[in-house]
């Protein structure tokens, strides 16, 4: 059986086997794409209809390529963020396979390198760069049972309200899936239970400036590493309807019914904390203190930006808030489907190298991980705050390829070194 050899192979052809590609090209660093199906294949079939970028088109973006005929305070759609990714592609020359599947990598023994097995034959490799970032595999905590009567699906399965039975909706998660996707299903008039945990809120925009903007200048996109207590937390931001501040008090005035994070289920019942108000008051501080840093930052440059007093007035409390829901029959409620905004976990079982820690985390420095040859892109924190956003990918992409490249400089003296000795 024939084995193609290759310098540098990448897995993953979403943003940040992109980014890689565009790299490792300008460091002249010969390398293969592969992706198991299409170019940015999860903005298409892993997300919802109406689904938006989080971010401006000024800012989620590489630097290289600007989103076509969109104003750069848009937020771009889906499908045209997986647009623009199939043209960027074309413009780099990108040398990607689509259709084939990495099914297990190990290394050589006896020689330096990598055997990886495809859907298309063996490829040897001297690099490998596992580019399929963090948000693989959907997390649905196992609470309720699946013979339990209702429908059950992953924010990552979900569509659009047409999708999901009549009735209510219990939506687990506070995050940017789990409200975005609330919000659409209320005003699309399903009832709405949305449990609530322990989220930041920050503003869409305050004095005239993204949110986005405002992480840049107070340099919180270079944080590089999160505060102790917030590793786990998310972020409730939606660019949805050209932008909006996600107020859960708001969502409750309309007619959403708010409740704690979902602890348990027995017998047709589902059972929440009792941390609801605590959780509405931490998302609460965290937005107000992006203002307050925002209006220290704007003084202290002498910004003519006009001020924003009504940015500061807070909602009362609603019912579901002051007097909480702790317990809900899920039938007498009428609810007849769960959506699980939950988030995503890895999934490395193709790499069966021994770069992961007990919880089966890459050990890794900025992406250089501890097995010689081996690389991680598109982690969250991998440098940064923004690592795993589109433009942050990017910039740790360049690190990797100039990684990669001074190795392979390294390699290319010793070879050279030792002909120019019997040379002589």
Request: glycine share 10%; with cysteine; charged share 25%.
């Amino acid at each position: 059986m024939s084995v193609e050899k290759v310098d540098t192979l990448v897995v993953g052809g979403g943003q940040a086997g992109l980014a890689m590609s565009e790299h490792l090209s300008k460091c002249g660093v010969p390398h293969l794409v592969l992706e198991r199906r299409r170019i940015a294949e999860r903005w298409r079939s892993e997300r919802w209809d109406s689904l938006v970028a989080n971010g401006p088109a000024w800012h989620d973006r590489f630097p290289g390529m600007e989103f076509p005929d969109t104003h750069p305070d848009a937020f771009v759609s889906k499908e045209k963020v997986a647009d623009y990714f199939v043209a960027y592609a074309e413009m780099i020359a990108a040398p990607i396979r689509c259709g084939v599947e990495v099914k297990k990598v190990h290394r050589l023994v006896g020689r330096p390198g990598f055997q990886v097995e495809t859907s298309d034959g063996v490829i040897e490799a001297s690099n490998l760069v596992a580019a399929t970032g963090a948000f693989q595999h959907p997390v649905v905590p196992a609470i309720v049972p699946e013979d339990a009567g209702l429908m059950q699906i992953h924010s990552s399965a979900y569509r659009n309200p047409d999708q999901l039975p009549e009735g209510a909706v219990l939506v687990v998660g506070s995050g940017s899936s789990g409200v975005q996707i609330a919000d659409e299903l209320l005003r699309a008039g399903r009832r709405v239970y949305l449990s609530v945990g322990p989220h930041d809120r920050p503003p869409r925009a305050y004095r005239e400036r993204d949110f986005c903007w405002w992480l840049g200048v107070l340099g919180k996109w270079d944080a590089q590493a999160p505060a102790p207590g917030t590793e786990h937390v998310t972020i409730a931001v939606s660019g949805a309807r050209g932008g909006e501040t996600i107020d859960f008090r708001r969502l409750a005035a309309q007619g959403m019914t708010l409740v704690g994070r979902t602890e348990s289920y027995k017998d047709g019942t589902m059972i929440f904390a009792r941390d609801l108000a605590g959780n509405i008051a931490r998302g609460d501080a965290n937005y107000m203190s992006v203002l307050d840093e925002a209006d220290a930052y704007i003084a202290r440059n002498g910004l003519d930006l006009p001020e924003e007093p009504d940015a500061r007035k807070i909602w009362p409390d609603p019912q579901c808030v002051t007097d909480p829901i702790l317990d809900l029959d899920l039938a007498e409620a009428g609810i007849g489907s769960i959506i699980w905004a939950t988030g995503f976990t890895v999934d490395y079982n193709w790499l069966k190298v021994d770069v992961f820690d007990e919880k089966g985390k890459p050990r890794h420095q900025r992406g250089v991980s501890t097995e010689p040859g081996i690389y991680f892109l598109g982690l969250p924190w991998q440098s940064r705050r923004g690592s795993s956003f589109i433009w942050g990918v990017w910039h740790d992409a360049q690190h990797l390829a100039d990684h990669i490249s001074t190795q392979r400089k390294y390699l290319a003296y010793h070879v050279s070194a030792k002909r120019e000795t019997k040379v002589a």
